[in-house]
């Protein structure tokens, strides 16, 4: 493992964030000079900006055969990265897309300036190497977060998200950098690439590692929300402007899962034997409590927010396998998990831009109002039960598959039971929109056309990527090799 | 390039679903024709597969093969063999009359179709799968449909009850089975789902045994074994005469076929271990189920219970692992498929006309609706067993074959035949002899065209697969050859 030396092309291991940062600026800028009727657009500027920023991430950013370290060791430009950037470029843009013409945000230009920069710091937790970057990046990621969850200034619930969300945030926060800081003394290295090598000259007592590696994953538990870290989630789901949402839920999570990932498979390999059992046993928690307390939800917000932490679980056990399939399945989960989770979210949003309610109940009668809508929140929460041809039906299958192969029977049928459960709630939801009849049915439910061009790529993904599930699983156990 | 029959069986009835939501919802007349259409399509397909099979050539037939997902060694290989082609041909039958039967739905049709379609492509699926992994995939794709059809447009007392009980033990099973299912993959490291090349992959004895009741058992939960037949008779109440139709005579051999195909077929020496158990529990399908239709006062309860019964002499006939057996086995299901469609559509064209289906409440329907009443009872002739219909062709064998096996088990499962006779007798004589109540008559008009053509043609079929068993048992029998080549006998 080599630096480069700085040379202008290496700026394009950063171009995502470069660009991400330009394009805040001038969302910033334009909310300045435009009047404030036409400040509607911003949404649409920043849309179509994550969407160009992604395909020229895509056509100029692409690392090369050989990852580097560049930027002083500050940044990995692999394919790990690269993968885990493109799923959060994607799902800040939709996000952005569904924010469009929505009360109270739809025209803040700093509400999306936030957003992107939010999105900046998660790109570089994807990329990050060094754990004072890492820490950087956590933190510019997390603090645009409170203040979007506590956005909408009317609403007690908004305030009382964003002010959950700091409180838990800033402490968790602290615990791993608490973490990071004896990594550091043991060591006297904050490289991630490094650190392996050191820790295990500087041969620390296990259990003092053991002590450090817990300390870490609490700040990433909080960002993925596993168990026992997840207490903020149905309080900040359920507040949150539901984009914020959306956004929190995904991309959010992406860039959890991505330091999870790097810093535990490459700084602790020596207590491998330790933290995998303990993720294993987290995922088990995490799975089947979200699972268990979605059941009783009447808030769609909330029920989601139980369901995303379930499937924080299912993604871990990819994780835990410790095998090049498990790493690929993990990353093939979060895919088929973002692409779904925003296209419930955006039915969630559409369906409280017409009717103004939140409420499971009154859900009632939607198949008849809005077939379409109807159908769309069909296939996102079939998706998210794992059924075919859906793309969270191939996910599960992965994961499990990953279980089974590296001997985690256990988990594997404490999975599949889950699922179950799942697919109970879930069900619960689609009875009450195809089956009650409800006073509101004759009134129409608005689509505009921000959120349906959203939605329609969500459910087309949540197709392509069920189907034609080959080529994403590849890319997902390729990337995943990038990081070594 | 031969022509995909196979495929085009299967994605039609997806891709016609697909397009029905694009037709404007008040056109229900359309949406009839289109759905009629489409299954007719798929009929004509699957009697083509059925008649240019070629028995003495035997084996997988009409096979194509698509890598799907390389990685895992995944692809989408399909073909049917002796077993599975009139699994195939029984699909077609029931699809294209459940659309008949369901002609005169007015809530949605729309949705209705296109959800049954799903259905009937993930059934088309599972039956000629030859991927362990492309069976799964259908075999989901045919349970969340269920539920939705059940619960919209079922029976309004049960239906949110039966609809979640069916999808959450089906799912179950199905789930428990698809974990054997990845054990098998990664024991046999031939990184291949290939169902052919796992027959050879030679586990050892103690994995088969081990893994044999989870793949099993999990499938058989859908062909209704005891204890886990309880979502059956309440799913087929609930649901709407269609998928009551299409839900006892096609999925529960969903279920029954996985069982054989992936259980046994893959865990052969599991399968000789544990067959005295899957004995004794399908003994107590065919006897306890048939004792609880007799004291059934629903007429839908007496049709439900009558399909527990009959499936567990399909497990029977499974379990004794013998040629006789697995040939009545395999005659059994497309038979009592055929039938049991039969009873479910007349019971709903009882029930759209009386609006109840409490047996004592009826009497006297024969004379109102003569082909109805025709119609019953030779699916009754057929449900008892009687020679010159398709049931006898069926049971004989499962039998003989007990027999072999058994002795005991034969004595105590014959007994069904004989209270099967008391009930369907009782049935018959109540709700189609006899007075007709006061308050019926005079309002009891005969069914409409559709419904006759599909009554005529599955009692046709009854009868014709009784008197001409050449039609289909040498079939039947290459199919249950192969997995007696793989049980190491004949």
Same mark, same amino acid.
Request: with cysteine; aromatic share 14%.
């Given at each position: 493992?080599?630096?480069?030396?700085?040379?202008?092309?290496?700026?394009?291991?950063?171009?995502?964030?470069?660009?991400?940062?330009?394009?805040? *600026?001038?969302?910033?800028?334009?909310?300045?000079?435009?009047?404030?009727?036409?400040?509607?657009?911003?949404?649409?500027?920043?849309?179509?900006?994550?969407?160009?920023?992604?395909?020229?991430?895509?056509?100029?950013?692409?690392?090369?055969?050989?990852?580097?370290?560049?930027?002083?060791?500050?940044?990995?430009?692999?394919?790990?990265?690269?993968?885990?950037?493109?799923?959060?470029?994607?799902?800040?843009?939709?996000?952005?897309?569904?924010?469009?013409?929505?009360?109270?945000? *739809?025209?803040?230009?700093?509400?999306?300036?936030? =957003?992107?920069?939010?999105?900046?710091?998660?790109?570089?937790?994807?990329?990050?190497?060094?754990?004072?970057?890492? %820490?950087?990046?956590?933190?510019?990621?997390?603090?645009?977060?409170?203040?979007?969850?506590?956005?909408?200034?009317?609403?007690?619930?908004?305030?009382?998200?964003?002010?959950?969300?700091?409180?838990? *945030?800033?402490?968790?926060?602290?615990? =791993?950098?608490?973490?990071?800081?004896?990594?550091?003394? =043991?060591?006297?290295?904050?490289?991630?690439?490094?650190?392996?090598?050191?820790?295990?000259?500087?041969?620390?007592?296990?259990?003092?590692?053991?002590?450090?590696?817990?300390?870490?994953?609490?700040?990433?538990?909080?960002?993925?929300?596993?168990?026992?870290?997840?207490?903020?989630?149905?309080?900040?789901?359920?507040?949150?402007?539901?984009?914020?949402?959306?956004?929190?839920?995904?991309?959010?999570?992406?860039?959890?899962?991505?330091?999870?990932?790097?810093?535990?498979?490459?700084?602790?390999?020596?207590?491998?034997?330790?933290?995998?059992?303990?993720?294993?046993?987290?995922?088990?928690?995490? =799975?089947?409590?979200?699972?268990? &307390?979605?059941?009783?939800?009447?808030?769609?917000?909330?029920?989601?927010?139980?369901?995303?932490?379930?499937?924080?679980?299912?993604?871990?056990?990819?994780?835990?396998?410790?095998?090049?399939?498990?790493?690929?399945?993990?990353?093939?989960?979060?895919?088929?998990?973002?692409?779904?989770?925003?296209?419930?979210?955006?039915?969630?949003?559409?369906?409280?831009?017409?009717?103004?309610?939140?409420?499971?109940?009154? %859900?009632?009668?939607?198949?008849?109002?809005?077939?379409?809508?109807?159908?769309?929140? &069909?296939?996102?929460?079939?998706?998210?039960?794992?059924?075919?041809?859906?793309?969270?039906?191939?996910?599960?299958?992965?994961?499990?598959?990953?279980?089974?192969?590296?001997?985690?029977?256990?988990?594997?049928?404490?999975?599949? &039971?889950?699922?179950?459960?799942?697919? %109970?709630?879930?069900?619960?939801?689609?009875?009450?929109?195809?089956?009650?009849?409800?006073?509101?049915?004759?009134?129409?439910?608005?689509?505009?056309?921000?959120?349906?061009?959203?939605?329609?790529?969500?459910?087309?993904?949540?197709?392509?990527?069920?189907?034609?599930?080959?080529?994403?699983?590849?890319?997902?156990?390729?990337?995943?090799?990038?990081?070594? | 390039?031969?022509?995909?029959?196979?495929?085009?069986?299967?994605?039609?009835?997806?891709?016609?679903?697909?397009?029905?939501? #694009?037709?404007?919802?008040?056109?229900?007349?359309?949406?009839?024709? #289109?759905?009629?259409?489409?299954?007719?399509?798929?009929?004509?397909?699957?009697?083509?597969?059925?008649?240019?099979?070629?028995?003495?050539?035997?084996?997988?037939?009409?096979?194509?093969?698509?890598?799907?997902?390389?990685?895992?060694?995944?692809?989408?290989?399909?073909?049917? /063999?002796? $077993?599975?082609?009139?699994?195939?041909?029984?699909?077609?039958?029931?699809?294209?009359?459940?659309?008949?039967?369901?002609?005169?739905?007015?809530?949605?049709?729309?949705?209705?179709?296109?959800?049954?379609?799903?259905?009937? !492509?993930?059934?088309?699926?599972?039956?000629?799968?030859? /991927?362990?992994?492309?069976?799964?995939? #259908?075999?989901?794709?045919?349970?969340?449909?269920?539920?939705?059809?059940?619960?919209?447009?079922?029976?309004?007392?049960?239906?949110?009850?039966?609809?979640?009980?069916?999808?959450?033990?089906?799912?179950?099973?199905?789930?428990?089975?698809?974990?054997?299912?990845? @054990?098998?993959?990664?024991?046999?490291?031939?990184?291949?789902? /290939?169902?052919?090349?796992?027959?050879?992959?030679?586990? !050892?004895?103690?994995?088969? +045994?081990?893994?044999?009741?989870?793949?099993?058992?999990?499938?058989?939960?859908?062909?209704?074994?005891?204890?886990?037949?309880?979502?059956?008779?309440?799913?087929?109440?609930?649901?709407?005469?269609?998928? !009551?139709?299409?839900?006892?005579?096609?999925?529960?051999?969903?279920?029954?076929?996985?069982?054989? +195909?992936?259980?046994?077929?893959?865990?052969?020496?599991?399968?000789?271990?544990? !067959?005295?158990? $899957?004995?004794?529990?399908?003994?107590?399908?065919?006897?306890?189920?048939?004792?609880?239709?007799?004291v059934q006062t629903d007429f839908k309860y007496v049709i439900g219970f009558s399909s527990v019964s009959h499936m567990g002499l399909v497990m029977l006939g499974f379990a004794t692992l013998n040629r006789d057996g697995l040939t009545g086995a395999g005659l059994q299901m497309f038979s009592h498929g055929v039938?049991?469609?039969?009873?479910?559509?007349?019971?709903?064209?009882?029930?759209?006309?009386?609006?109840? +289906?409490?047996?004592?409440?009826?009497?006297?329907? @024969?004379?109102?609706?003569?082909?109805?009443?025709?119609?019953?009872?030779?699916?009754?002739?057929?449900?008892?067993?009687?020679?010159?219909?398709?049931?006898?062709?069926?049971?004989?064998?499962?039998?003989?074959?007990?027999?072999?096996?058994?002795?005991?088990?034969?004595?105590?499962?014959? $007994?069904?035949?004989?209270?099967?006779?008391?009930? $369907?007798?009782?049935?018959?004589?109540?709700?189609?002899?006899?007075?007709?109540? @006061?308050?019926?008559?005079?309002?009891?008009?005969?069914?409409?065209?559709?419904?006759?053509?599909?009554?005529?043609?599955?009692?046709?079929?009854?009868?014709?697969?009784?008197?001409?068993?050449?039609?289909?048992?040498?079939?039947?029998?290459?199919?249950?050859?192969?997995?007696?080549?793989?049980?190491?006998?004949?």
């Amino acid at each position: 493992m080599s630096f480069t030396e700085f040379r202008p092309e290496t700026l394009l291991a950063v171009l995502p964030e470069i660009a991400l940062f330009l394009l805040a *600026g001038l969302v910033l800028g334009l909310d300045l000079i435009w009047r404030p009727s036409r400040r509607g657009a911003l949404g649409w500027v920043s849309a179509i900006g994550v969407g160009l920023i992604l395909i020229a991430t895509g056509l100029f950013s692409r690392p090369g055969a050989e990852p580097q370290l560049v930027l002083g060791g500050m940044v990995r430009h692999d394919w790990t990265a690269f993968a885990f950037r493109t799923l959060i470029l994607f799902a800040t843009g939709v996000s952005c897309l569904l924010s469009i013409r929505l009360a109270g945000i *739809g025209d803040r230009g700093e509400y999306f300036a936030l =957003m992107l920069v939010s999105a900046m710091g998660m790109s570089l937790m994807a990329s990050a190497a060094d754990l004072i970057m890492l %820490y950087l990046a956590i933190e510019t990621t997390s603090i645009p977060l409170y203040v979007l969850a506590g956005f909408l200034k009317g609403d007690d619930k908004s305030a009382e998200s964003g002010l959950k969300y700091f409180l838990f *945030g800033a402490l968790t926060s602290t615990v =791993m950098l608490y973490g990071f800081s004896l990594l550091y003394g =043991m060591t006297g290295e904050t490289q991630i690439y490094r650190l392996a090598d050191a820790l295990r000259a500087a041969h620390p007592a296990p259990a003092s590692l053991i002590a450090v590696a817990l300390l870490v994953l609490v700040g990433f538990g909080f960002k993925v929300a596993a168990v026992p870290f997840h207490f903020w989630t149905p309080d900040v789901y359920e507040g949150a402007p539901t984009p914020i949402t959306a956004f929190v839920s995904t991309a959010s999570k992406a860039a959890g899962f991505a330091v999870l990932f790097r810093v535990m498979t490459l700084a602790f390999p020596s207590i491998e034997g330790f933290w995998a059992p303990a993720l294993a046993g987290i995922a088990a928690a995490t =799975m089947t409590l979200g699972n268990l &307390l979605a059941i009783p939800q009447k808030n769609i917000k909330r029920l989601l927010a139980y369901s995303s932490i379930s499937h924080a679980g299912y993604a871990l056990i990819g994780l835990v396998a410790l095998s090049s399939l498990g790493r690929g399945s993990m990353l093939f989960y979060l895919l088929a998990y973002i692409v779904t989770n925003l296209a419930a979210f955006a039915v969630v949003i559409l369906f409280a831009h017409s009717a103004g309610t939140e409420q499971i109940a009154d %859900y009632a009668g939607l198949s008849r109002r809005s077939p379409g809508l109807a159908l769309a929140l &069909l296939v996102a929460f079939l998706s998210l039960a794992g059924m075919p041809p859906l793309a969270g039906f191939v996910a599960k299958f992965y994961v499990f598959a990953a279980a089974v192969e590296s001997g985690l029977l256990w988990l594997a049928f404490l999975g599949v &039971l889950n699922a179950i459960v799942g697919l %109970y709630y879930y069900l619960t939801v689609l009875k009450v929109v195809y089956l009650y009849r409800s006073p509101e049915e004759a009134k129409p439910i608005v689509v505009p056309t921000a959120q349906a061009v959203a939605l329609a790529a969500c459910v087309g993904a949540i197709l392509l990527v069920g189907i034609a599930s080959g080529p994403w699983l590849d890319w997902g156990v390729l990337a995943a090799q990038g990081l070594f | 390039m031969t022509f995909p029959f196979l495929s085009v069986i299967t994605f039609t009835p997806i891709t016609a679903g697909t397009l029905l939501f #694009f037709f404007p919802a008040e056109r229900k007349d359309w949406i009839r024709r #289109f759905a009629l259409t489409a299954a007719s399509l798929d009929l004509l397909l699957s009697l083509i597969v059925y008649f240019s099979y070629d028995r003495v050539a035997a084996g997988y037939q009409f096979v194509e093969k698509v890598s799907w997902i390389p990685r895992l060694g995944i692809s989408y290989y399909v073909g049917v /063999d002796g $077993i599975s082609a009139p699994l195939v041909l029984l699909t077609g039958i029931v699809i294209f009359t459940g659309v008949l039967i369901s002609w005169g739905l007015d809530d949605r049709p729309r949705e209705f179709f296109a959800f049954l379609f799903i259905l009937a !492509s993930g059934v088309f699926g599972v039956f000629c799968s030859l /991927d362990l992994f492309a069976l799964f995939f #259908f075999y989901e794709l045919a349970v969340f449909p269920m539920f939705l059809l059940i619960s919209i447009w079922g029976w309004q007392v049960t239906r949110e009850y039966a609809a979640m009980k069916l999808t959450l033990y089906l799912f179950i099973g199905s789930v428990v089975a698809l974990v054997g299912g990845l @054990a098998m993959y990664f024991n046999a490291g031939l990184n291949s789902f /290939d169902l052919l090349e796992l027959e050879r992959a030679g586990f !050892s004895i103690a994995f088969q +045994r081990f893994w044999f009741p989870f793949v099993f058992f999990g499938f058989a939960v859908l062909g209704g074994i005891f204890p886990f037949h309880n979502w059956s008779p309440d799913g087929h109440v609930a649901a709407p005469t269609a998928v !009551s139709m299409f839900h006892a005579g096609v999925l529960m051999k969903l279920g029954a076929f996985a069982a054989l +195909r992936v259980g046994i077929m893959l865990l052969p020496e599991g399968a000789k271990f544990w !067959s005295p158990l $899957i004995l004794i529990l399908a003994t107590v399908n065919v006897v306890y189920g048939a004792f609880i239709a007799m004291v059934q006062t629903d007429f839908k309860y007496v049709i439900g219970f009558s399909s527990v019964s009959h499936m567990g002499l399909v497990m029977l006939g499974f379990a004794t692992l013998n040629r006789d057996g697995l040939t009545g086995a395999g005659l059994q299901m497309f038979s009592h498929g055929v039938m049991t469609a039969l009873f479910f559509a007349v019971v709903g064209m009882v029930y759209d006309r009386a609006h109840t +289906r409490d047996i004592p409440k009826l009497g006297g329907f @024969a004379k109102a609706m003569p082909l109805v009443a025709f119609a019953f009872i030779i699916g009754g002739l057929v449900s008892m067993g009687m020679p010159g219909f398709s049931g006898f062709i069926a049971e004989f064998p499962i039998f003989m074959g007990l027999w072999q096996k058994q002795p005991i088990v034969a004595l105590v499962a014959v $007994i069904s035949i004989v209270i099967t006779a008391a009930y $369907i007798m009782r049935v018959i004589g109540r709700v189609f002899f006899g007075v007709m109540p @006061a308050e019926f008559e005079g309002h009891i008009g005969d069914v409409i065209l559709q419904d006759k053509v599909a009554l005529v043609m599955l009692s046709g079929i009854l009868v014709l697969v009784g008197v001409y068993p050449a039609i289909m048992a040498p079939m039947v029998q290459t199919g249950a050859n192969a997995v007696l080549r793989l049980l190491g006998g004949g």
